[in-house]
């Protein structure tokens, strides 16, 4: 087995990158194991896994770690509309919108605004 280093998680998350742009979540997770248990402080590398997570509809551990993420970095706009997309999936449109309300507050993209319902003159 390959000895662990900086450079083979840089390696492995660029490859979860790509294994999660061509539709391979379970495979981007699997990669992403390693690398936050090398590196559980690696933010970036958990919202990947989070991605990767609801990718392939699974959704609470999404839930978890969108949630971390976001214990980090409160104003991480796209975390909390990702976030309020795993609720909404799971079916708890309250959680959901409190979160696509925060997203579109912290960044006023379009989408954020109208999954909020912002642009509804709500």
């Known amino acids: 087995m ?3 280093n900086p450079e083979t998680h840089v390696i492995d998350f660029r490859a979860a990158e790509q294994l999660l742009d061509a539709r391979d979540p379970r495979g ?6 390693s690398v936050i248990a090398a590196h559980p402080e690696n933010t970036a590398a958990r919202l990947l896994r989070a991605r990767a997570f609801f990718a392939a509809a699974q ?3 999404a839930e978890l770690e969108f949630e971390l993420v976001l214990e980090r970095e409160p104003d991480n706009a796209f975390a ?3 976030l309020a997309r795993t609720f909404e999936r799971a079916g708890r449109p309250e959680q ?11 960044d006023p993209k379009p989408e954020y605004l109208r999954a909020a319902r912002f642009d509804a003159g709500e």
Do not use: G, T
């Open 2 to 4: 390959p000895e662990s």
């Open 28 to 33: 981007a997770v699997k990669l992403l194991d």
């Open 59 to 61: 959704l609470r551990p």
């Open 80 to 82: 909390h509309y990702a």
């Open 96 to 106: 959901a919108m409190r979160h696509f309300r925060l997203a579109a507050a912290l």
